[in-house]
């Protein structure tokens, strides 16, 4: 049971997400000199929603893998979404999808298809880097870029601002990149092990007025604290009267991208996920 040694490293799913767009276009070299024994491929995905200075052109790419059978004329990631999908099942490979967020998630790590090979990254990554947590995000119609290959993870760090280079948000990425690829290098992937992650759950959307619209935000004392244990009685929202907007949770469950700027159309304020241990 190996990881491939080809990597297909892929930046600017979103084109406003800048870290992946500098990595995959400015460090091409630094990281073939420093693993010349794997092959590495760099994909910037999405350059005309970059030049949009946008998340996409017409549809979020990121989505886009569920409808690679159908017809989409219209769609400018449709097509790019057609073109990535070759690059990948050229042959076996890991895909390092790098993304990030406007929410407080460090260096998180996305996986979608369990299996030893994906979750012995994770497992191995939580335990050497600081602040480095594994979300268990199951994708069963293969929606995401990061499942177009068996072995694939979403990188997704932050807190940024879009459409800005944050130093330390490309820095992390740099780290998990250059963390994953020594593994792969060296092949360690443990025999018997099990991780902990945060599997999502429920999406919790913003109150909303009469007319459908948002009616509060976030917070403050709520701002910046994902994965953090919520149970009882939570308080994650103010409306724009000032008063605070309640919650029960029944169990302990844990708030990820909390205020996200990109879930704002879908009027999505954070996604609660529960703690799991999963055996590999
Ligand atoms: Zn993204």
Not at 146 to 172: C, P, R, T, W, Y
């Amino acid at each position: 049971m190996v990881i491939p040694n080809r990597v297909v490293i892929v930046g600017g799913t979103h084109g406003n997400e800048w870290a992946g767009i500098k990595i995959v276009t400015l460090y091409q070299s630094y990281f073939r000199n420093k693993f010349p024994s794997l092959k590495l491929e760099f994909i910037f995905a999405n350059p005309v929603a970059h030049e949009l200075n946008s998340r996409f052109k017409d549809e979020d790419l990121n989505r886009a893998f569920q409808y690679l059978d159908e017809d989409r004329p219209n769609s400018y990631e449709h097509s790019r979404a057609k073109d990535i999908k070759e690059i990948i099942k050229r042959e076996p490979c890991l895909v390092l999808d790098l993304h990030t967020t406007t929410s407080n998630m460090g260096k998180s790590l996305i996986v979608s298809q369990y299996n030893r090979q994906n979750l012995s990254i994770c497992e191995k990554l939580t335990r050497d880097l600081n602040n480095c947590r594994v979300i268990g995000a199951p994708d069963p119609h293969r929606k995401y870029l990061a499942s177009q290959s068996d072995f694939g993870l979403i990188l997704e760090v932050g807190a940024v601002a879009n459409s800005v280079v944050g130093g330390e948000s490309l820095e992390s990425t740099l780290l998990l990149i250059e963390s994953i690829l020594k593994l792969v290098e060296g092949q360690k992937i443990s025999e018997i092990s099990q991780v902990e992650l945060f599997e999502e759950m429920q999406e919790v959307h913003f109150p909303k007025n009469e007319k459908g619209e948002i009616s509060g935000y976030i917070h403050p004392h709520f701002q910046g604290k994902d994965f953090l244990p919520l149970k009882g009685k939570i308080i994650p929202f103010k409306n724009f009267e000032g008063e605070e907007v309640t919650l029960i949770l029944d169990q302990e469950l844990f708030p990820i991208f909390i205020n996200e700027a990109a879930y704002y159309p879908q009027q999505l304020a954070f996604i609660l996920c529960k703690k799991k241990s999963i055996f590999f």
